[in-house]
């Protein structure tokens, strides 16, 4: 599981993202659904929401009307993080433990007092939550987004483990530098640990490349 941050200034265009994808996104099935005489679908599923209920729009409005009550100053108001899961977890888990780690998720981060909405997604190959919180709570109270990144990691590790999904690797700060990417999918190849335990012994073992090569060809690979 890979859980991406993210703040905004805006509950609407959040809002609206979350519900139906980019301007270009929702203005295609529309005009697909206008074709073929067909209901329009949005592209994201109203998965849970917290002291908020509706559409896009309403949300957002509602999470604006409490933001200009209690903090009118705050600019970026919305943490919207998403999560998303390996493609191979696709039908791993049940809707009950996917609510179960939505909702855990904003326990986790600490959203008693906060009104957000989760909208899933299923246009790609993983499936993907998207979180809209409105971080000023009902409270009046501003939720603390100090050390975002290291808790939403320390959730999602965590939720790997409970729940028996594909594990995520930590990218070392050189590979970060050259990929902008500080986290990835383990490669879960039962056959690996065993190829790079014989790599590491035969380099050991040999003198040359070529003599390398016939150790390795000999216990079966293909090089």
Aim: one cysteine or more; aromatic letters at 12%.
């Amino acid at each position: 599981m890979i859980i991406k941050t993210g703040t905004s200034k805006s509950y609407k265009g959040s809002a609206i993202y979350n519900e139906h994808g980019s301007k270009q996104e929702m203005k295609q099935r529309q005009a697909e659904a206008k074709e073929f005489d067909e209901l329009y679908v949005p592209k994201g599923e109203l998965y849970h929401s917290q002291y908020c209920a509706g559409d896009s729009s309403e949300i957002a409005a509602q999470m604006l009307e409490l933001k200009k009550e209690l903090n009118p100053k705050l600019e970026k108001c919305a943490y919207t993080p998403s999560m998303n899961f390996a493609p191979e977890d696709r039908n791993k888990l049940s809707e009950v433990q996917k609510l179960e780690i939505v909702k855990g998720f904003s326990e986790y981060m600490g959203f008693a007092q906060n009104q957000y909405s989760v909208h899933r997604h299923n246009d790609k190959d993983h499936e993907h939550f998207h979180f809209l919180v409105n971080r000023v709570g009902l409270d009046g109270k501003t939720w603390n987004d100090s050390f975002c990144k290291r808790r939403e990691s320390e959730f999602a590790r965590n939720t790997e483990v409970n729940y028996g999904l594909r594990q995520v690797m930590m990218k070392s700060k050189e590979r970060l530098k050259m990929t902008g990417k500080d986290e990835e999918f383990v490669n879960q190849n039962p056959y690996m640990p065993a190829f790079k335990k014989d790599i590491d012994f035969f380099i050991k073992e040999s003198n040359t490349f070529k003599e390398f090569k016939e150790k390795m060809e000999d216990r079966g690979y293909k090089l």
